[in-house]
């Protein structure tokens, strides 16, 4: 297995997308936080663990970076399938009454998925 020790330079980003951009709310939320400085969290977490920065860096992308794959481990890729189908379906249709149909099926789904974090009924810790 090749081992990825990759040099990465951390960036501030203010780039600038089309409102139709279908990344758009995700690329503003990547301008607002890329504001932020996350090295001093870093290394004061350093300081504390005796865990170097680089490698808590690596800790933090890694697990943000699977959290996807974790999801899709959990709820399983016919549920993840199902809950896209809808949203292709709008997208497909253009409309924004399919987009607002697609948001039902959408809310309908995921109310069963939240239901067992609703309140008092949620394990305990969540």
């Not at 959990?74 to 809808?86: A, C, D, F, I």
């Not at 809310?107 to 394990?123: D, I, K, V």
């Amino acid at each position: 297995m090749e081992q990825n020790d990759a040099t990465v330079r951390l960036e501030r980003w203010s780039g600038s997308w089309q409102p139709d951009d279908p990344n758009a709310a995700f690329k503003a939320e990547v301008s607002d936080y890329t504001r932020l400085d996350p090295l001093p969290t870093l290394i004061g977490l350093a300081d504390f663990t005796g865990i170097p920065v680089g490698v808590l860096a690596r800790y933090v992308l890694a697990k943000w970076a699977c959290a996807g794959s974790e999801g899709l481990l959990e709820l399983g890729p016919s549920t993840v399938e199902r809950l896209w189908e809808h949203i292709a379906t709008a997208e497909r249709a253009g409309t924004d009454a399919d987009r607002l149909v697609a948001y039902e099926h959408l809310r309908g789904m995921l109310s069963w998925l939240r239901a067992p974090l609703a309140e008092g009924h949620a394990p305990e810790g969540l």
